[in-house]
């Protein structure tokens, strides 16, 4: 460029023309060196750039890399926690199930510790009751058989005045007793005699109705007839539905079966109170007993009270629950129910209509092996 | 506010082309003077001070004028601003923060609304803490300026007045902005690279180490095209500058800092600006060669606030210069061209000034434009 710039100064031109000529070379001289420059810095800058997108693109491949490993580890370990879980979930729902055959356990022992000095209790009262009331009960014929003699005498000494005609030693005809009115007394002693008599009857039911229900036999397997058990409990809770409820009882001839008796009461009586209560006034409670499948006995108890709603049916069964007001329930008395039937092999099912009622079967089996 | 533009490489050529520009009678108060290293500044700023005029200076690593862009040379911008509507403020310390708090002190207590440029040495400074003494002060204060340079010989740089020079202090030209018409803005135009990195040692500006590897043999394995880099700063400068690392500090601005030394023993770079420890930061890359219509665009917006300047202040950073090379002239022409008044400018080690939707920061790789006007 110098050289050129020398050869345009050496010519002989028009000065104005050489000064055009210089200032194109330095035009020319600035865009070749932008050019030169430009081309350098590309080369120099795609180098750079280069280097930095590899480094990138290798540090992203690493921890593409790293991410993928620890992807993996936390897979192994989600694994291994899930695998721990379940085995937690697991051993959760055994302490579960055990938790609620403890409680239910603890209940029972509870309950038949309380059944067992209600029945000491009930079973003394009984034996207490029972030596008097036979004491009744068996001086009635004889007092009666006396009366009768009595009445003999007096009717003897009454027509003896009459023959005679000394009714003036006894303050004349109009101071004694007219026949009509000691046939009247006589009829009056007569009725009474009898209602002592049934009224030591029916408590000699309710004692026999004690004794039965208060077995002190509740640790050992008997063979028991579940239609006695029925009609001691219905005795035991006559006065909570005389009057006003209708027992419609259904009991067949069926065997003894083998059971804790005292147990088996204590069923009899929580599903017979429940359809009790559930009768609001008047109503009908139909109980029945039958013979399955040759092995088996069935009680059922229907009522027509209030029926269970079908959102509480499933849970009927649970510990503590109970639809009565607080400190009126305990919500025991069926899952205890539940626990006992189970433990006699056998099984409890409800069938319920709101407004209509509720029916409980229960099936036992006639023979097992209880321990 | 008339300016007139000179140069020249020694006191006598200046004192020939000053009385060429007052021959009309044209009477400067103020001279802004960018001179290179090499330059003899006592002499010429004795000469001003003759004349009565003052003298806002600064070293260079490469001066601009209008379009033009010189080397080892003294570039001056001769200013009849009224005396009463700017003052010069010069103060050295160790205390860089207490300098710019006293500086804009003294601008509040001067003006009720003032605005500062200022200049400060490019080695020795922590710019940061300038701008924290004048905004802790009061943030509401426009501050523009750049950093001294010594034409990337690493060995001092220095800031001057009429009877002041330091190596260590700073100069703020302290504008009454209810008479001058002040506006600035700094633009970048350098593009992120690669992925994430993270600073995990270092102090102050120096940066020991990246991703636990030494920032030396970071930026070598990266960037080194030429020579060894053990030897000089200036072949360190011409490798590493133009390759910045951004960050976005904590004030939310993301700038970039440009490596300007080696300390070759520990392999740690020196940036012309803090990066604290524990810093994300990236690479990034030269702009490509559209930024001089870029930054030109972005300068315009300028123009609305200041239809008519009177004169136009450049704060260019020297890797700029680097990377636009023979074109870094055609950008200051660009934008001078905006209002077409007299530019003057010099190649600095760092930028002071507002990028856009950012606060006033310190910035490297940027060009820093101050636009004057008298009311």
Redesign the interface.
Same mark, same amino acid.
């Given at each position: 460029m110098e050289q050129l710039k020398k050869l345009i100064q050496a010519l002989d031109i028009d000065a104005e023309i050489k000064a055009q000529l210089l200032e194109q070379v330095k035009v020319a001289q600035k865009n070749i060196a932008v050019v030169d420059f430009k081309f350098h810095r590309t080369v120099i800058d795609k180098a750079a750039i280069t280097n930095v997108l590899n480094a990138s693109i290798e540090e992203i491949e690493k921890q593409k890399k790293n991410i993928e490993m620890a992807k993996n580890e936390i897979n192994e370990n989600m694994i291994i926690l899930d695998k721990q879980k379940n085995e937690i979930e697991e051993k959760n729902t055994e302490l579960n199930i055990v938790l609620t055959n403890l409680k239910e356990t603890q209940q029972q022992l509870v309950q038949s510790e309380k059944m067992a000095s209600l029945g000491q209790l009930t079973a003394g009262v009984a034996h207490e009751i029972n030596n008097p009331i036979n004491f009744v009960s068996a001086n009635i014929k004889p007092l009666k058989d006396d009366l009768n003699d009595l009445v003999g005498y007096i009717n003897f000494y009454r027509n003896t005045i009459k023959e005679k005609g000394l009714e003036d030693a006894f303050g004349g005809k109009e101071k004694l007793p007219d026949e009509q009115e000691i046939i009247m007394l006589f009829g009056e002693v007569d009725d009474l005699l009898r209602g002592i008599g049934e009224g030591a009857i029916r408590t000699a039911e309710i004692v026999k109705g004690l004794r039965n229900f208060s077995r002190l036999d509740q640790d050992a397997i008997k063979k028991a007839s579940i239609n006695e058990g029925i009609e001691s409990t219905l005795t035991l809770l006559h006065s909570s539905y005389k009057d006003r409820i209708d027992i419609v009882k259904d009991l067949k001839n069926i065997p003894e079966v083998d059971c804790f008796p005292g147990q088996i009461n204590q069923v009899l009586m929580n599903l017979l109170s429940n359809a009790i209560q559930a009768i609001q006034g008047v109503g009908k409670i139909f109980v029945s007993t039958e013979l399955v499948a040759g092995d088996k006995v069935c009680i059922t108890i229907r009522d027509t009270g209030a029926g269970i709603p079908e959102e509480i049916r499933t849970k009927i069964f649970d510990p503590f629950f109970t639809t009565k007001e607080v400190g009126k329930g305990t919500g025991l008395g069926l899952s205890i129910s539940y626990g006992i039937i189970q433990k006699h092999n056998g099984s409890i099912e409800v069938l319920s209509e709101t407004g209509v009622g509720s029916t409980f079967i229960i099936t036992l089996p006639i023979h097992q092996n209880l321990t | 506010m008339k300016a007139k533009n000179i140069y020249g490489e020694t006191v006598d050529e200046i004192k020939s082309k000053y009385a060429d520009a007052t021959i009309d009678g044209f009477a400067p108060t103020l001279a802004i003077v960018f001179s290179s290293i090499t330059q003899d500044r006592k002499p010429l700023a004795n000469f001003f001070d003759e004349q009565k005029i003052d003298v806002f200076g600064s070293t260079t690593a490469g001066e601009i004028l209008d379009d033009e862009v010189m080397e080892n040379n003294t570039v001056i911008m001769l200013l009849d601003i009224k005396k009463a509507h700017y003052k010069i403020f010069c103060e050295a310390s160790d205390d860089t923060y207490k300098v710019a708090s006293d500086m804009a002190k003294f601008a509040k207590a001067t003006f009720n609304d003032p605005s500062i440029v200022v200049v400060s040495s490019g080695l020795t400074i922590d710019a940061e803490q300038i701008i924290k003494g004048v905004q802790e002060f009061d943030k509401s204060i426009p501050l523009f300026g750049g950093l001294a340079a010594d034409d990337l010989t690493m060995k001092g740089s220095f800031v001057f007045s009429n009877n002041y020079e330091s190596a260590t202090g700073l100069i703020g030209l302290i504008l009454d902005n209810e008479k001058i018409n002040v506006k600035g803005l700094a633009t970048s135009g350098w593009d992120n690279? !690669?992925?994430e990195k993270t600073i995990t040692k270092s102090v102050g500006n120096v940066v020991y180490s990246i991703d636990d590897e030494p920032a030396v043999d970071v930026f070598v394995? =990266? @960037?080194q @095209?030429t020579e060894s880099v053990d030897n000089t700063a200036e072949i360190i400068a011409q490798n590493f500058a133009q =390759?910045p690392l951004q960050l976005t500090k904590e004030n939310g601005n993301t700038v970039l800092r440009a490596p300007l030394m080696v300390d070759i023993e520990s392999r740690a770079l020196i940036f012309a600006g803090g990066i604290p420890q524990g810093s994300k930061v990236k @690479?990034s890359?030269?702009p490509g060669?559209d930024l001089i219509e870029k930054t030109t665009e972005r300068v315009r917006v300028l123009k609305e606030g200041i239809p008519e300047a009177d004169a136009m202040i450049m704060f260019s950073c020297k890797a700029r210069h680097m990377?636009l !090379?023979?074109?870094t002239g055609d950008e200051a022409g660009m934008i001078r061209g905006i209002w077409n008044k007299p530019l003057i400018g010099f190649f600095t080690y760092g930028e002071i000034g507002t990028a856009k939707g950012n606060t006033c920061d310190f910035h490297n790789e940027t060009c820093s434009m101050v636009i004057l006007e008298e009311k």
């Amino acid at each position: 460029m110098e050289q050129l710039k020398k050869l345009i100064q050496a010519l002989d031109i028009d000065a104005e023309i050489k000064a055009q000529l210089l200032e194109q070379v330095k035009v020319a001289q600035k865009n070749i060196a932008v050019v030169d420059f430009k081309f350098h810095r590309t080369v120099i800058d795609k180098a750079a750039i280069t280097n930095v997108l590899n480094a990138s693109i290798e540090e992203i491949e690493k921890q593409k890399k790293n991410i993928e490993m620890a992807k993996n580890e936390i897979n192994e370990n989600m694994i291994i926690l899930d695998k721990q879980k379940n085995e937690i979930e697991e051993k959760n729902t055994e302490l579960n199930i055990v938790l609620t055959n403890l409680k239910e356990t603890q209940q029972q022992l509870v309950q038949s510790e309380k059944m067992a000095s209600l029945g000491q209790l009930t079973a003394g009262v009984a034996h207490e009751i029972n030596n008097p009331i036979n004491f009744v009960s068996a001086n009635i014929k004889p007092l009666k058989d006396d009366l009768n003699d009595l009445v003999g005498y007096i009717n003897f000494y009454r027509n003896t005045i009459k023959e005679k005609g000394l009714e003036d030693a006894f303050g004349g005809k109009e101071k004694l007793p007219d026949e009509q009115e000691i046939i009247m007394l006589f009829g009056e002693v007569d009725d009474l005699l009898r209602g002592i008599g049934e009224g030591a009857i029916r408590t000699a039911e309710i004692v026999k109705g004690l004794r039965n229900f208060s077995r002190l036999d509740q640790d050992a397997i008997k063979k028991a007839s579940i239609n006695e058990g029925i009609e001691s409990t219905l005795t035991l809770l006559h006065s909570s539905y005389k009057d006003r409820i209708d027992i419609v009882k259904d009991l067949k001839n069926i065997p003894e079966v083998d059971c804790f008796p005292g147990q088996i009461n204590q069923v009899l009586m929580n599903l017979l109170s429940n359809a009790i209560q559930a009768i609001q006034g008047v109503g009908k409670i139909f109980v029945s007993t039958e013979l399955v499948a040759g092995d088996k006995v069935c009680i059922t108890i229907r009522d027509t009270g209030a029926g269970i709603p079908e959102e509480i049916r499933t849970k009927i069964f649970d510990p503590f629950f109970t639809t009565k007001e607080v400190g009126k329930g305990t919500g025991l008395g069926l899952s205890i129910s539940y626990g006992i039937i189970q433990k006699h092999n056998g099984s409890i099912e409800v069938l319920s209509e709101t407004g209509v009622g509720s029916t409980f079967i229960i099936t036992l089996p006639i023979h097992q092996n209880l321990t | 506010m008339k300016a007139k533009n000179i140069y020249g490489e020694t006191v006598d050529e200046i004192k020939s082309k000053y009385a060429d520009a007052t021959i009309d009678g044209f009477a400067p108060t103020l001279a802004i003077v960018f001179s290179s290293i090499t330059q003899d500044r006592k002499p010429l700023a004795n000469f001003f001070d003759e004349q009565k005029i003052d003298v806002f200076g600064s070293t260079t690593a490469g001066e601009i004028l209008d379009d033009e862009v010189m080397e080892n040379n003294t570039v001056i911008m001769l200013l009849d601003i009224k005396k009463a509507h700017y003052k010069i403020f010069c103060e050295a310390s160790d205390d860089t923060y207490k300098v710019a708090s006293d500086m804009a002190k003294f601008a509040k207590a001067t003006f009720n609304d003032p605005s500062i440029v200022v200049v400060s040495s490019g080695l020795t400074i922590d710019a940061e803490q300038i701008i924290k003494g004048v905004q802790e002060f009061d943030k509401s204060i426009p501050l523009f300026g750049g950093l001294a340079a010594d034409d990337l010989t690493m060995k001092g740089s220095f800031v001057f007045s009429n009877n002041y020079e330091s190596a260590t202090g700073l100069i703020g030209l302290i504008l009454d902005n209810e008479k001058i018409n002040v506006k600035g803005l700094a633009t970048s135009g350098w593009d992120n690279i !690669g992925i994430e990195k993270t600073i995990t040692k270092s102090v102050g500006n120096v940066v020991y180490s990246i991703d636990d590897e030494p920032a030396v043999d970071v930026f070598v394995k =990266y @960037f080194q @095209f030429t020579e060894s880099v053990d030897n000089t700063a200036e072949i360190i400068a011409q490798n590493f500058a133009q =390759y910045p690392l951004q960050l976005t500090k904590e004030n939310g601005n993301t700038v970039l800092r440009a490596p300007l030394m080696v300390d070759i023993e520990s392999r740690a770079l020196i940036f012309a600006g803090g990066i604290p420890q524990g810093s994300k930061v990236k @690479f990034s890359v030269q702009p490509g060669f559209d930024l001089i219509e870029k930054t030109t665009e972005r300068v315009r917006v300028l123009k609305e606030g200041i239809p008519e300047a009177d004169a136009m202040i450049m704060f260019s950073c020297k890797a700029r210069h680097m990377a636009l !090379g023979p074109m870094t002239g055609d950008e200051a022409g660009m934008i001078r061209g905006i209002w077409n008044k007299p530019l003057i400018g010099f190649f600095t080690y760092g930028e002071i000034g507002t990028a856009k939707g950012n606060t006033c920061d310190f910035h490297n790789e940027t060009c820093s434009m101050v636009i004057l006007e008298e009311k």
